[in-house]
């Protein structure tokens, strides 16, 4: 199953969009400061993970991001829907 007309850039764009509304979704101008609270996170405990290896975990989610892209990518092309409404009967 080769990538036909899968189209690379937007699946790029997908992934890089998914990170974005993940970082302003957990961000403290928006859930960040509940999430944290909820969690029992604080700035203390924030850069202690950030010194751990963070950086890996949020390579890791890019891409998931870009496999999970991808493979809604594949799905989309071989349902042949192309509208919203065709993909919600």
Same mark, same amino acid.
């Given at each position: 199953?080769? $990538?036909?007309? =899968?189209?690379?850039?937007? %699946?790029? %764009?997908?992934? =890089? %969009?998914? $990170?974005?509304?993940?970082?302003?979704?957990?961000?403290?101008?928006?859930?960040?400061?509940?999430?944290?609270?909820?969690?029992?996170?604080?700035?203390?405990?924030?850069?202690?993970?950030?010194?751990?290896?963070?950086g890996?975990?949020?390579? =890791?989610?890019?891409?998931?991001?870009?496999?999970?892209?991808? =493979?809604?990518?594949?799905?989309?092309?071989?349902?042949? %829907?192309?509208?919203?409404?065709g993909?919600?009967?």
């Amino acid at each position: 199953m080769g $990538q036909g007309n =899968i189209n690379l850039l937007a %699946v790029l %764009v997908s992934a =890089i %969009v998914m $990170q974005l509304i993940g970082m302003f979704w957990y961000s403290k101008s928006a859930f960040g400061k509940s999430w944290m609270q909820l969690m029992g996170f604080n700035d203390k405990k924030i850069s202690k993970a950030k010194k751990k290896g963070m950086g890996k975990l949020y390579i =890791i989610s890019f891409i998931s991001s870009l496999v999970l892209a991808y =493979i809604l990518a594949l799905f989309i092309k071989t349902s042949g %829907v192309r509208t919203g409404g065709g993909g919600a009967p």
